[in-house]
């Protein structure tokens, strides 16, 4: 047995494992509940467990802010994740976009744990795991200002139309970062749905239905991307970032 061989067998093992237990908590019932509070939009304990298991820790945490935007209720909206833009000799990925009638909100997804310090002038922020282990990791101001410089020129839309959100995971404490401003807002997951509300009640209106349907309509190629895009992008973070 080779070492491809040796490496679907353990996916494939893995896989059954996960089938049974998700089977086993909806034979329990669990179906009916949620982790957390019921405060904030959250699909419920299987669903969640189901998509844990299966995946990377930052696929988890977009997957959980991206449930929650889903499931707005106020205004007309459309929601898209993993939005490749073009950008130099590749391509940069937006977590999630929400292309709503008071504007266009980019959200860059951080499920890190540790505390996070950092400020906006800084080129790299730093997560600390404890005293003894530090991870440095590019701004997320700059990087999502970037996608938002893209888009705009991509979409042909005034960047003021556009909003930053930086989303940290619940495991973290954000012990430094700037305080949010009118161009981006830096909060943990559970925050980020009554911001949002609040935001949308505090805004004018940007964009007619049509014009939403018309940008999704316009994005949506881009979120269905070939490998090859998506490897030229993790090149891209390797080459810049580390």
Known sequence: MDENDLK???EDSVKQTCDIMVNALKTMGFEKYQFGDNSVPRPNMVEEFDFYMRNDTGSYGEYLAKYMLEHLKEGY?????NVYIPYKSGATEIDILLVHEKGIFVIESKNYSGWIFGSAGDTYWTQMLNKYTKNRFYNP???NQTHIDLLSQYLE????????YIVFSQRCELKKV????????ILKRDDLYGSIRQKIKAEKNMFTHEEIDLIEQKLTPLADVSDDVKEKHIDNINEKYN
């Open 8 to 10: 679907k067998a353990f």
């Open 77 to 81: 909206y459309k929601v898209l994740a």
């Open 141 to 143: 101001i700059r990087q």
């Open 157 to 164: 839309i005034d960047k003021r139309k556009f909003i930053s």
């Open 178 to 185: 700037p305080y949010n401003t009118d161009s981006f807002v």
